[in-house]
């Protein structure tokens, strides 16, 4: 952290590391997902470094993503990537397959770990509605969904309730915490 009140600083130093290293990905999936976009996610917390890459699911049962990284451990994750610039009122989405386990991958110069993340199409739909105390519907309440065990799966789901208090959860069969908030 910088902080002050003169016109310049001096000291703020910076070193950029080439990416000369990358972590090849594959993502297995049903052909149901084909179009959809997953973006993948890896941060190495000793450097801080921080890396993303989006990709459309192509037809078939696998898609691949290379990324270029700096050597170190990483924690990578795969989501499924939502156009939030088309949204008109709310951030709510249908999701088209839920989250895989995070993975870490230790990643040495020279050697280019590969890693496969299986995407499970979201098939079962978790529905409800949120009310105020006189039992109108509540629009724009924020709603998650997530697995009651993060050791087997990080699936989660997050949207809004619609303008009657509703709202839609697609998810992968399995046992759920549903959370409202505002």
Do not use: R
């Not at 600083?9 to 594959?26: E, L, P, R, Y």
């Not at 989250?99 to 991958?105: D, I």
């Amino acid at each position: 952290v910088i902080s002050s009140t003169a016109q310049t600083v001096t000291g703020a130093d910076f070193t950029v590391s080439t990416k000369s290293d990358t972590i090849n990905v594959t993502l297995t999936h049903s052909a149901s997902l084909a179009g959809k976009k997953a973006s993948l996610y890896c941060w190495d917390q000793k450097s801080s470094e921080y890396v993303s890459k989006t990709v459309t699911l192509v037809s078939g049962s696998s898609s691949s993503i290379t990324i270029s990284v700096t050597p170190g451990t990483k924690s990578c994750s795969v989501y499924e990537s939502h156009d939030w610039s088309s949204s008109t009122t709310s951030y709510s989405y249908e999701s088209s397959f839920t989250a895989p386990a995070t993975q870490t991958v230790t990643v040495t110069s020279g050697v280019a770990p590969t890693v496969t993340f299986a995407l499970s199409a979201a098939d079962k739909k978790i529905t409800g509605f949120v009310y105020d105390q006189s039992g109108k519907g509540l629009a724009g309440v924020s709603i998650s969904m997530y697995t009651h065990d993060y050791t087997t799966s990080a699936s989660s789901v997050w949207t809004q309730t619609n303008s009657d208090g509703s709202f839609t959860g697609n998810v992968v069969a399995g046992t759920y915490i549903v959370s409202a908030y505002q």
